[in-house]
């Protein structure tokens, strides 16, 4: 129940169909509202925050999504070089928006840059309830070269770029596609630029 309008925010109403969404999964109750045209706008509001707000131009989305791109990237090379030959699987349990840091730069989930474009678009949604990315690695000994398969949902999906859309993805192409998203300078990066027009100083 929604008692003080005038606390409202978008993230708390994004809150709100994340609640919604849950319950509904579950078999749990929700009032009649939340399955009608409220429900839907409610939708529109996550996705919104998780998507436009969040990756909205290539500089937020590298700022978003370059740790989590590094520490998977790192733990692919380690099994691929060797450096790990203990772990055979390795699990991170997160929300939706921290999967959407994984898929948006990768091309995974599609989202629109342009706000009036976003409005009038039905490309972006965030992960359902319950959803799995999966990177598989695999290797052809015989070439002696690794390949990852990645599986969001237990469906096979397609990286392009360097990996050109191939079921299977060389892992020296999945680096030249991962590598350009990350930042080496963190710190540097957070640093916000002044943009203000200097103006000369007058007598």
Known sequence: ???????????????YDDVINCNLMQSIPVPKWARQEIGH??????DFLNLYKAFHNEESTRLISSNL???????????????NTVTKFRLFSAHDD?????????????????FQKFLNSKKGRNPPFASS?????????????????????NHVKTLGGACNNERLC??????????????????????????????????
Not at 136 to 145: F, P
């Open 1 to 15: 129940c929604i008692r003080d309008r005038d606390k409202l925010t978008l993230h708390s109403l994004a809150e």
């Open 41 to 46: 706008k409610l939708m529109w509001v996550h």
């Open 69 to 83: 791109l590094k520490d998977t990237l790192d733990s692919i090379d380690a099994a691929v070089t060797g450096k």
């Open 98 to 114: 921290t999967l959407n840091r994984i898929m948006v730069p990768l091309g995974l989930n599609q989202h629109v840059s342009d």
């Open 133 to 153: 990315l999966i990177f598989e690695v695999y290797k052809d000994e015989a070439k002696n070269e690794n390949y990852i398969m990645v599986l969001y949902n």
């Open 170 to 203: 060389s892992y020296s192409n999945f680096k030249k596609l991962i590598e350009p998203m990350i930042i080496v300078d963190m710190k540097s990066a957070c640093v916000a630029k002044d943009d203000t027009p200097k103006r000369k100083a007058t007598k």
